[in-house]
T-cell receptor
Framework: EAGVAQSPRYKIIEKRQSVAFWCNPI?????LYWYQQILGQGPKLLIQ????????DSQLPKDRFSAERLKGVDSTLKIQPAKLEDSAVYLC?????????????????FGPGTRLTVL | KNEVEQSPQNLTAQEGEFITINCSYS?????LHWLQQHPGGGIVSLFM???GKKKHGRLIATINIQEKHSSLHITASHPRDSAVYIC????????????FGKGTKLTVNP
């Protein structure tokens, strides 16, 4: 079974530039998560999709971050404009939860991450 | 909000040693996750457990629901075990979302 794919793996940009990350979840997984992990900290949830709808984006800095999952499969996360404090690893994860009536495995499967450096 | 505390923050061991990493949380949960993150950044799910003990190769995870505590053990540690080990639990009130600990950085020297 193919895992969660992310690209690019690394990105270096200057502050005020724009950047986009792409994620392709495991086939059939309804739920997709984007996390931000700053060095030395645990991942922080930015946004959670269930199919193509947003379940939780309460910690997404909406003035500069946006994300979409238009067809309920792959997703993009964009930062515009980037700030120095956005330097982090951006992780995408997916899970099969929920399938029908709350069934499905709550285990999350993570992609390799995109390491962003903002100079 | 579920608070997750991991200890130690950093751990250095010699190859072959038995390793224990601890995780405590503040609110009752349905399941706890142990994750492994290598220097490249990608995260691998090691265990998801709701009670008792699980074993996979040299890795053993235990959980005590009453004490709100879990441990991850590595037997016969090897340099390739060097990674950050992260404990994650659902937030207060349940749900499939996760609250992550800050991680324990393990270095195993040959």
């Amino acid at each position: 079974e193919a895992g969660v794919a992310q690209s690019p793996r690394y990105k270096i940009i200057e502050k005020r530039q724009s950047v986009a990350f792409w994620c392709n979840p495991i086939s059939g997984h309804a739920t997709l998560y984007w996390y931000q992990q700053i060095l030395g900290q645990g991942p922080k949830l930015l946004i959670q999709f269930q199919n193509n709808g947003v379940v939780d984006d309460s910690q997404l800095p909406k003035d500069r971050f946006s994300a979409e999952r238009l067809k309920g499969v792959d997703s993009t996360l964009k930062i515009q404009p980037a700030k120095l404090e956005d330097s982090a690893v951006y992780l995408c994860a997916s899970s099969s939860y929920p399938l029908i009536a709350g069934t499905g495995d709550r285990e999350q499967f993570f992609g390799p991450g995109t390491r962003l450096t903002v100079l | 909000k579920n608070e997750v505390e991991q200890s130690p923050q950093n751990l250095t061991a010699q190859e072959g040693e038995f390793i224990t990493i601890n995780c405590s949380y503040s609110v009752g949960i349905s399941a706890l996750h142990w994750l492994q993150q290598h220097p490249g950044g990608g995260i691998v799910s090691l265990f998801m457990l709701s009670s008792g003990k699980k074993k996979h190769g040299r890795l053993i995870a235990t959980i005590n629901i009453q004490e709100k505590h879990s441990s991850l053990h590595i037997t016969a540690s090897h340099p390739r075990d060097s990674a950050v080990y992260i404990c994650a639990v659902p937030p207060e009130g349940g749900s499939e979302k996760l609250v992550f600990g800050k991680g324990t950085k393990l270095t195993v020297n040959p």
